[in-house]
């Protein structure tokens, strides 16, 4: 290019030089015919400014021809890449469909699961109270036989007293066979619900979203969970006669925490969860620890319970509400914070039925954390779907069912499971939180709620 661009600066200056001198001569000299030829002269640059052309050209072409070269070879390099890319898309896409129809069929076998579960619980509740019946019998029966013993001895046992008696201890076996049984398959359809979840969760880490359930509602909650009664974890105390609390259990020698078996009065047997210490047992009726259990259920699942009694779970207003009818109560919250500092609270209290929504009336009685609930007032329970008469946000803005009052607070039990220093003031309204009359907020990284009769000894 430089040559061309001399080239081009050259020409004219020679033609014009040229012409000058032609008209020079025409002053000085008398006109003469004019050449039809250039000067050697101007051939000769002329000739050496095309030569120079021709050079710059070709080296022009040649570099011009390696750029496109390497512009070729970058294409291909390109095409190539993106080739592979495509392919690897289609692999990750049939993958993708792949996790998808698993997770499919793993939702679908765990509502099997869920099913049977149902069932299972359903079924050994029956076949509790029949045995508990037909241990009533044979108790019966047995001091029958023990006094007819006793007043006739010289005289032999009826043939009907003998084999009604065999027939007996036969079902007797046969329901203890049965109930063996059911807890093993109990036991074996925990353990794979275990592994489904455990499965699900690794599939949720891969980036697959579930979308079947959240689409449903734009409602902050989660599916509905089915109470855990984990009968094959129970310590039955007696078979024959079964406690009406925690303190009996206690008062009968069994002086270790754990799952154990009750059943009020005026109620059906079901499980609890005694927490001994310092000389009383208390029966456990919320237990908050690690989020793995949502709170934020519905009003069905709070009145009948829900989660794991060996883990985080709400044990149910009806159980609470048919224990407390059994006397005077006392209601213990238990809180730890992220900093491990313990404080604790109690409580006087009554609880209503399902027709006052619960109404719960509290009255402090000690205590070394500042009271955060009110006092001498009916708190009512509420849930997302069932929000008692003046509380119609409380629960959307707490997330989880609880006691309210005529204005929503900031305590909440129930609340979201937070980790420590939430993003938001929202956040932290929506999780665990008691705050007190002076405005401290603690959050909470475990919570306990117990009761007990008021005439067992103090835990203090």
Known sequence: MYTIKLFLFIAPLVISSRIDQDYSSFDSVSPEPKSRFAMLDDVKILANGLLQLGHGLKDFVHKTKGQINDIFQKLNIFDQSFYDLSLQTNE?????????????????????????????????????????????????????????IKNQPEIQEHPEITSLKTFVEQQDNSIKDLLQTVEEQYRQLNQQHSQIKEIENQLRRTGIQESTENSLS?????????????????????????????????????????????????????????????GSSWTLIQHRIDGSQNFNETWENYKYGFGRLDGEFWLGLEKIYSLVQQSNYILRIELEDWKDNKHYIEYSFHLGDHETNYTLHLVEIAGNVPNALPEHKDLMFSTWDHKAKGHFNCPESNSGGWWCHDVCGENNLNGKYNKPKAKTKPERRRGICWKSQNGRLYSIKSTKMLIRPTDSENSE
């Open 218 to 278: 734009s409602k902050p909650r989660a599916p509905r969970t089915t109470p855990s009664l984990h009968l094959n974890e129970t310590k039955n105390v007696e078979h024959d006669d079964i406690p009406a609390d925690c303190t009996i259990i206690y008062n009968r020698g069994e002086h270790t925490s754990g799952i154990y078996s009750i059943r009020p009065s005026n109620s059906q047997v079901f499980n609890v969860y005694c927490d001994v210490k310092s």
């Open 92 to 148: 990750i896409k049939e993958e993708e469909k792949e996790l998808r129809r698993t997770t499919s069929r793993l939702q679908v076998k765990n509502e099997e699961v869920k099913n049977m579960s149902l069932e299972l619980n359903s079924k050994l509740e029956s076949l509790l109270e029949e045995k508990i019946l037909l241990q009533q019998k044979v108790r019966y029966l047995e001091d029958q036989l023990t006094n007819l």
